[in-house]
């Protein structure tokens, strides 16, 4: 700890400790983070395999990339949301972490596609979408675990399975 808490007002508090992220959080991660993080780095693959000479080439690059970026942003978010009621406010989601997981899913993406199997256009974007949850999920999957304070409560030790629900839905 710094020793420097933040200042929240009452309404903005947040209990760390409760799984449950607002539908808000995990689209502003998604659009906010994770996709101009993928456009920088399909723009970076595209400059490195070289740069259009045309204004039609550089159209269609850039079409091209923002397809591929929606499409793992798209699975993205899909991922968010599929786990965002059992993850907890401290995995940042509209944080950094979303933006590293934009950085790093087009190279995720040419490490699936160089397998060689030839892909049809849809097959492609299916492609893209899961690798857009895989990098959702192993991205967060940290923060869906109970806290350590919730596993020490006495009411989580002895399986008051009533308990145990408001301390972790889902756990029973």
């Given at each position: ?16 400790y409760?799984p ?59 991922g ?93």
């Open positions: 700890m710094s020793g420097v808490e933040p200042r929240l007002a009452d309404s903005d508090a947040v209990d760390l409760a449950g992220l607002p539908a808000a959080t995990t689209l502003r991660a998604a659009l906010r983070r994770f996709f101009p993080a993928c456009m920088l780095s399909v723009g970076v693959v595209v400059a490195f395999l070289g740069l259009p000479r045309s204004v039609d080439a550089w159209i269609a690059v850039l079409g091209g990339t923002a397809a591929v970026a929606a499409t793992l942003t798209a699975g993205f978010f899909a968010l949301a599929f786990m965002r009621r059992h993850l907890y406010p401290d995995a940042l989601v509209d944080g950094r972490r979303s933006v590293v997981a934009g950085l790093m899913s087009p190279l995720a993406t040419f490490l699936v596609m160089a397998s060689g199997i030839p892909l049809g256009t849809a097959e492609a974007l299916g492609l893209l979408a899961v690798v857009g949850v895989a990098m959702a999920v192993l991205m967060f999957f940290a923060w869906l675990t109970p806290t350590p304070e919730a596993i020490r409560d006495p009411a989580w030790a002895h399986g008051d399975s009533e308990e145990k629900g408001r301390l972790h839905p889902g756990a029973s």
